[in-house]
């Protein structure tokens, strides 16, 4: 299976490295890549083996867009995946689906990961597959390749909350996810699990059979929990 952890924005550089010290020390023969804020990439890819990967992009590669990150100051600091779409940017930074895919397609220039978030809010549950459809196909239509791209399923209501989807309604919807790419790309491809993964709800969330892996926020700030997590 393959773990990301999401760090959102925590960590100084110093606390960075000290985590690193203690997780480096564990025998992970499993896939496991962190999500961190650009000031901490540089730190963090010092620090581990791990991959490191950045929590956003900028859309344009450069230029005067004060405040950004481009794809290639996050891979020069030495990251190998991008989280595009995730739930806090979309609602809380007003990312379109637009956009969105405008970041999708300039990372798609680059030799990196894409773990692409969907998910649907809890005023949308109704009609999670439509909009799931809709982030879906929005971001991919004008790709010409799906090589390197991962999809994390995170119900916006299950992130941060302590709510975590129920199995059958995560195995449910992760088939649809791939009913659509197949549908549409000709193609499947590799989905995550995200939204209130802990120590305590993981082992039944492995029994998923149609998920690869999770993407965990807020459990996977202390190196020991996020451990205990892949062992379980
Ligand atoms: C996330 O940030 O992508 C996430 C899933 O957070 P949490 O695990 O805290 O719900």
Not at 139 to 151: H, M, R, T
Not at 158 to 166: E, F, L, R, S
Not at 198 to 217: A, C, D, M, Y
Request: hydrophobic letters at 40%.
């Amino acid at each position: 299976m393959r773990y990301y952890a999401n760090f959102k924005l925590n960590k100084t550089s110093k606390e960075v490295v000290d985590y690193f010290e203690k997780f480096n020390q564990y025998n992970i023969n499993q896939q496991v890549c962190f999500f961190v804020s650009p000031a901490l990439i540089d730190g963090a890819v010092k620090s581990t083996e791990h991959p490191i990967g950045t929590q956003n992009i900028a859309s344009q590669k450069w230029g005067a867009f004060t405040g950004e990150t481009s794809i290639e100051q996050a891979i020069d600091l030495g990251c190998k995946s991008v989280l595009i779409g995730h739930s806090e940017r979309r609602h809380i930074f007003n990312e379109s689906d637009a956009l969105i895919a405008e970041k999708v397609k300039l990372a798609k220039e680059y030799e990196v990961e894409i773990v692409l978030c969907v998910g649907e809010t809890l005023l949308e549950r109704e009609q999670k597959f439509d909009v799931i459809k809709r982030q879906l196909t929005s971001a991919l239509d004008n790709l010409s390749s799906y090589s390197n791209i991962i999809i994390a399923y995170e119900p916006v209501w299950a992130i941060g909350t302590g709510v975590v989807a129920q199995n059958a309604d995560i195995d449910e919807m992760a088939n649809y996810i791939n009913s659509v790419l197949k549908q549409n790309y000709n193609t499947t491809l590799p989905i995550l699990y995200g939204g209130s993964v802990k120590t305590t709800n993981v082992k039944e969330l492995k029994t998923i059979n149609s998920i690869s892996g999770f993407l965990v926020g807020g459990a996977s700030l202390e190196p020991d929990e996020f451990y205990q997590i892949i062992i379980s």
